[in-house]
């Protein structure tokens, strides 16, 4: 089975585009989609956060905008949550591998936003970027609700450049030209390395 790594900066798309595999019937693992369910009521994380940071959880969940809260004002601490944080999701990432291996998925999806960043650039067998042009970014993002210069430039700065991530990447997903157009680049991607695997 390939592995594949997908990975993208803030806006430029790799939701969506994980969809796209899916929609091709590509198993997919989204590393948010785990976060969410580990900060949720009885999730893995909310007891190890809780002692870490006793503001952040509400309710026997942990309350997102109180702990991002606190990381804008206390970034030091985002080691101690990816501590705490990181090896949980790998450990259901591990749990998805397992099960799509055992359903002999020829392929695999990783979403990870933060993939190099964190070295899990060395866990896959593939690299996908998705991409678009810094002020088609800038707009996505700042249109998001809540979102401001300040935090844009604070999550831009803990983030590998757009740049250096083409630069790595075996396959680039560009998503300033429309949906149908990076829909046919991840069917592409599916093509090629279906092909590589056959062989």
């Known amino acids: 089975m390939?592995?594949?790594?997908?990975?993208?900066?803030?806006?430029?798309?790799?939701?969506?585009?994980?969809?796209?595999?899916?929609?091709?019937?590509?198993?997919?693992?989204e590393s948010d989609a785990i976060v969410h369910r580990l900060y949720d009521q009885d999730g893995a994380a909310v007891k190890p956060v809780a002692a870490a940071f006793p503001g952040a959880v509400v309710h026997g969940r942990i309350d997102r905008e109180k702990l991002t809260k606190h990381l804008g004002a206390h970034p030091q601490d985002f080691a101690r949550l990816e501590a705490i944080v990181h090896p949980l999701v790998r450990a259901e990432q591990e749990k998805?591998?397992?099960?799509?291996?055992?359903?002999?998925?020829?392929?695999?999806?990783?979403?990870?936003?933060?993939?190099?960043?964190?070295?899990?650039?060395?866990?896959?067998?593939?690299?996908?970027?998705?991409?678009?042009?810094a002020d088609i970014q800038r707009r996505r993002v700042?249109?998001?609700?809540?979102?401001?210069?300040?935090?844009?430039?604070?999550?831009?700065?803990?983030?590998?450049?757009?740049?250096?991530?083409?630069?790595?990447?075996?396959?680039?997903?560009?998503?300033d030209?429309?949906?149908?157009?990076?829909?046919?680049?991840?069917?592409h991607i599916i093509d090629v390395l279906s092909q590589s695997?056959?062989?």
């Open 2 to 29: 390939i592995v594949i790594g997908l990975t993208g900066s803030i806006g430029m798309g790799k939701t969506e585009t994980a969809r796209m595999f899916a929609k091709e019937g590509i198993p997919v693992s």
């Open 96 to 133: 998805f591998l397992k099960d799509a291996r055992r359903r002999k998925a020829p392929l695999a999806v990783l979403d990870i936003p933060l993939l190099f960043e964190t070295g899990r650039d060395r866990d896959v067998d593939k690299i996908v970027v998705v991409s678009a042009p």
């Open 142 to 175: 700042l249109a998001r609700p809540g979102m401001t210069e300040e935090k844009f430039a604070a999550i831009l700065a803990r983030q590998v450049p757009d740049a250096d991530k083409r630069a790595r990447a075996d396959f680039i997903v560009d998503s």
């Open 177 to 187: 030209r429309g949906l149908d157009y990076a829909h046919a680049q991840v069917r």
């Open 197 to 199: 695997d056959s062989t």
